[in-house]
């Protein structure tokens, strides 16, 4: 079982940038599935999850209206779109499953990507 998060990189301030998450082992279709993000000196905080099962779909303060989710049932593999990025967006995010619904604490999410960086600067 593993979750694989690719996409992050340098970008700068308004620009665009897309996530993958890309399970193997397991469908997402079955778990809900969240964007994680920790910042330098920050605590890992929830950006987002998706739940096909449940129809529930989450967004923190922070992404509305700026970041999208989109998922490949073929490539078992969740997008997040993440638009008019900020400075304040700079942080590693994480791919997270969890069996049940969409949380926003970590403790319930059973699978974790490695991480991918993201860096908004001119």
């Known amino acids: 079982v593993q979750l694989q998060a690719s996409g992050g990189g340098l970008v700068q301030p308004g620009g665009s940038l897309r996530l993958s998450c890309a399970a193997s082992?397991?469908?997402?279709?079955?778990?809900?599935i969240a964007w994680f993000r920790q910042a330098p000196g920050k605590e890992r905080e929830v950006v987002t999850c998706?739940?096909?099962?449940?129809?529930?779909?989450y967004f923190a303060a922070s992404a509305k209206g700026r970041f999208t989710i989109s998922r490949d049932s073929a490539k078992n593999t969740l997008y997040l779109q993440m638009d008019r990025l900020k400075p304040e967006d700079t942080a590693v995010y994480y791919c997270?499953?969890?069996?049940?619904?969409?949380?926003?604490?970590?403790?319930?999410?059973?699978?974790w990507g490695q991480g991918t960086l993201v860096t908004v600067s001119s």
């Open positions: 997270a499953a969890a069996r049940d619904f969409c949380t926003t604490n970590m403790d319930d999410y059973n699978y």
């Open positions: 082992g397991f469908t997402l279709d079955d778990y809900a």
């Open positions: 998706f739940s096909s099962r449940t129809g529930n779909i």
